[in-house]
C-alpha cells in the first residue's frame, strides 16, 4: 500500500543487494526490509551500538587522563567510568528518540495513534541505527581523521534515521528531518545537563 507498486522488487533480490541499498538509503530497500522481512535483531544491534559508543567515550577518556602507574589502584574506577559512558550513551539515545516521537505526535497526532505504530517506528529507528557499527573500524584503525569519521558516522546515521522514518510512517522529506532535529536539540540538551553536573561526557 505505501509504495503504490503491484510487487515488491526486493523478493527476488539477494540479501547482499538490500543491504548495499540499504547502505545507500534508498526508501525502497527500507521498506522491504521493514515490512517484508522478520528481522528481530532491533534490540540487540540497539545494545551493541551503544556498548560502541561507549567504548569510544571511555577510550577517549582514559587517553586524556593517562596514567603510566604500573600499580593503578584506580583500575576499577575506570572500569566503572566505562558503564557511566554507556548510561550516558543511553539516556541521550532515549532522549533523542523522545523528541523524535514527540514532535511526529504533536504534528499529526493520527500517525501514531496505536501502540503497534509506535512500536514500528521504534523497530525502524533502532534498525537504522547501524551505521553505528562503523565506530568499530574507526576505533580500530585511529588515524588523525578520526573525528572527521565520526562527524562522517554521525550524519550517516541521522540520513538513515530520516529514511527510516519517511518509509514508516510515509511522509514526505521535511517533516522526519524536523522530527531529528528535535530530537538532536533534546540529545544535546541532556549532554549539556550532564555538563553542567561536572561529568566527562
Known sequence: KSCQKPVDKYIEYD????LINAILCKAQAYRHILFNTKIN???????????????????QLQDSSQNIDPDDLI???????????FGIASLEQTSFLLGIFITLW????EMLKTKSDFILLLKALLLSTYGK????????????????CLAFI?????????????VTLNLNRMRPWLAIITG??????????FQKMGWDV
Open 15 to 18: 540479501p547482499v543487494i538490500i
Open 184 to 193: 538532536l536539540i533534546l540529545e544535546n540538551g541532556v549532554v549539556c545537563l
Open 41 to 59: 535483531i532491533h534490540g540487540k544491534l540497539c545494545i551493541f551500538c551503544l556498548l560502541c559508543e561507549a567504548y569510544l567515550r571511555w577510550l
Open 75 to 85: 583500575r576499577y574506577a575506570k572500569e566503572w567510568d566505562f558503564y557511566r559512558m
Open 154 to 166: 554521525k550524519v550517516f546515521v541521522l540520513i538513515s534515521n530520516s529514511q527510516a522514518i519517511r
Open 133 to 148: 557499527l562503523l565506530l568499530i573500524p574507526a576505533v580500530i584503525w585511529e588515524h588523525d581523521y578520526t573525528p572527521l
Open 106 to 109: 504533536w504534528t499529526r497526532p
